[in-house]
């Protein structure tokens, strides 16, 4: 016989209509629902420790890991090691320079593919800001492990990735924009890809 604790609980308003809109979706009860929510909280935590994960980005990156478990499990994601993503990087940006990458169709389909589902996971609509889409786009590739994004200003960013990347990371991002209609000007050094949102 499993034996039970009671605790209670405070709720903002919001958040008791997200309990509501759970137990719509067939949650038997509350406790059903917390007891779930614990179990998959402290799963991922403890992964995101061994990891050495942030546990502060933990709240806001759950939709972005569910996402990529999709992705990752309806094969549209390829779970890669960093080191030879960096070798294949390497090799792409010895043979080609950024105009023929941006210019190549078969990477153009593959860059219109990636960015349609940015519309269908956000819902961004015709209103959307063109400094929303560039930062989660930025935000994506350094959640898939491309690099380190820093906003320095409200239309300015820092890319920051291996010098071996840089210029074809620097087409990817430029490509995305362009295909989500975001204008921006580029600027690489080094390992930095500075970036300016005009629109």
């Known amino acids: ?40 909280y402290w799963r991922v935590f403890k992964a995101f420790r061994v990891a050495g994960y942030s546990i502060d980005k933990l709240p806001k990156d759950f939709e972005r890991i569910a996402y ?35 210019k190549d169709e078969e990477f153009l389909k593959g860059i219109r593919g990636f960015a349609n589902l940015f519309y269908i996971w956000h819902k961004w609509g ?3 800001k063109s400094t929303e889409k560039a930062e989660e786009v930025l935000k994506t590739i350094e959640f898939g492990g491309g690099g380190e994004f ?4 409200e239309n300015e ?23 989500l209609g975001v204008k921006a000007e580029f600027e690489i050094s080094g390992e930095r890809i500075f970036i300016r949102v005009l629109n």
């Open 1 to 40: 016989m499993r034996l039970f604790h009671r605790i209670t609980v405070a709720l903002t308003d919001s958040e008791l209509k997200m309990l509501e809109d759970l137990l719509k979706e067939g949650f038997e009860s509350y406790s059903q629902i917390f007891r779930n929510a614990l179990e998959i």
């Open 126 to 128: 015709e209103n959307t």
């Open 150 to 153: 820093k906003r320095v200003k």
């Open 157 to 179: 960013f820092i890319f920051r990735t291996v010098p071996e990347n840089v210029v074809v990371t620097k087409s990817i991002i430029k490509s995305v924009y362009e295909q």
């Open 68 to 102: 990529h478990i999709y992705n990752v499990e309806m094969k549209q994601y390829v779970i890669m090691d960093k080191e030879l993503y960096r070798v294949l990087m390497k090799k792409v940006q010895e043979k080609y320079s950024a105009e023929e990458i941006e």
